[in-house]
């Protein structure tokens, strides 16, 4: 009985794994964007990926600046702050 259990909690386990991931996927707001602006003829798919490297670069740009720059203060600790201590 307890394996009978076990094996129906794994079966309905896999079940939600597989479900949750195709839903997922049909829910990938970039994807279903693309989709629609490419089959409206709005834009083609060259330029959203020329757009995505774009982005991608001006990510990469803002991660660098990011680690060049000097720690903060603890004097910036709190500043714009909402609270005053």
């Known amino acids: 009985m307890k394996a ?12 939600v794994r597989e479900n949750s991931q195709l839903s997922r996927a049909r829910r990938d707001c970039l994807k279903s964007f693309a989709a629609r602006v ?22 990469d740009e803002a991660v660098a600046s990011a680690k060049a720059a000097p720690l903060p203060t603890l004097r910036d600790l709190v500043t714009d702050v909402y609270v005053s201590y």
Do not use: K, M, N, P
């Open 4 to 15: 009978e259990r076990l094996a129906t909690a794994q079966r309905r386990l896999q079940f």
């Open 38 to 59: 490419t089959q409206a003829g709005v834009i083609g798919s060259e330029e959203l990926e020329a757009i995505d490297r774009e982005v991608g670069r001006l990510i």
